[in-house]
């Protein structure tokens, strides 16, 4: 039985010593050197034109975290969907409430506005705001 682990075992050792040798090798040969220059923000070997740090809406990473979710719930669909005729319809039924909570979690994350990228902001006057 160890037999059949030991070409995994060396290729899992050979790819832990290839990368860490290419990364000590990198470190000792690597320039110390640094400066203002050298350390500035730049993007395509020119400099940038505004601020590098921007703020970004959270709006934007929960339409982001939304689709990680429901992409990964998808991908275990496709497992389903090779075995489908040898499961029979006990796996079907199993795979279609699956599939309802699936529906029911969208149908949550689009009523509550999870979806929404561009929300529109409500504008207070300056002389309204309650002090």
Same mark, same amino acid.
């Given at each position: @039985?160890?037999?059949?682990?030991f070409?995994?075992?060396l290729g899992l050792?050979l790819?832990?010593f290839?990368?860490?040798a290419i990364?000590?090798v990198?470190?000792?040969?690597?320039?110390?050197g640094g400066g203002r220059?050298k350390l500035s923000?730049y993007e395509?070997?020119m400099?940038?034109?505004d601020r590098?740090?921007k703020?970004?809406s959270?709006?934007?990473f929960?339409v982001a975290l939304?689709?990680?979710?429901?992409?990964?719930e998808?991908?275990?669909?496709?497992p389903?969907?090779?075995?489908?005729?040898q499961?029979?319809?006990?796996?079907?039924?199993?795979? @279609?409430?699956?599939?309802?909570?699936?529906v029911?979690?969208?149908?949550y994350?689009?009523l509550?506005?999870g979806?929404?990228?561009?929300?529109?902001?409500?504008?207070?006057?300056a002389?309204s705001a309650?002090?």
């Open positions: @039985m160890p037999q059949t682990y070409p995994i075992l050792g790819a832990l290839t990368g860490s990364v000590l990198s470190h000792w040969a690597g320039a110390k220059i923000t395509s070997g400099p940038l034109l590098s740090q703020r970004i959270v709006a934007f929960l939304d689709f990680v979710i429901f992409d990964v998808a991908a275990f669909l496709y389903w969907a090779l075995v489908v005729r499961g029979g319809w006990p796996l079907f039924a199993a795979v @279609m409430v699956f599939f309802a909570l699936l029911v979690g969208f149908v994350v689009w509550k506005g979806l929404d990228v561009l929300r529109r902001r409500v504008v207070v006057p002389g309650a002090s």
